[in-house]
């Protein structure tokens, strides 16, 4: 059974950093490909950073060059590096498969305070 596990959330105020881990159990992220997403209430799920098994990322326009998507296979563990937060970072973060997800993980909580 596979179980997603993220963490490393909290509160910090405009301009801080946070950096979130997604460890996995019943399933190997080496060669396959991992994203991030958050959801902010009200909101749809969307992604956010895209780690693609062959060593490629990606990320939308709205965080491009202020978060960072890495991997440590020996960890089975895969990261999300936030820097100048902003509020409108606020939202519930998750990690997944792409593109067949597993079951969704509890997320962490990201709060970004202006």
């Known amino acids: 059974q596979v179980q997603l596990v993220e963490s490393g959330g909290g509160l910090v105020q405009a301009g801080g950093s946070l950096r979130l881990s997604c460890a996995a159990s019943?399933?190997?992220?080496?060669?396959?490909?991992v994203a991030w997403y958050r959801q902010a209430p009200g909101n749809q799920r969307e992604w956010v950073a895209l780690?693609?098994?062959?060593?490629?990322?990606n990320y939308p326009d709205s965080v491009k060059g202020r978060f960072t998507i890495s991997r440590d296979n020996a960890e089975n563990t895969v990261y999300l590096q936030m820097n100048n937060l902003k509020p409108e970072d606020t939202a519930v973060y998750y990690c997944?498969?792409?593109?067949?997800?597993?079951?969704w993980g509890q997320g962490t909580q990201v709060t970004v305070s202006s």
């Open positions: 997944n498969l792409v593109p067949k997800p597993s079951s």
């Open positions: 019943g399933i190997i992220f080496s060669g396959k490909t």
């Open positions: 780690s693609f098994r062959s060593g490629n990322t």
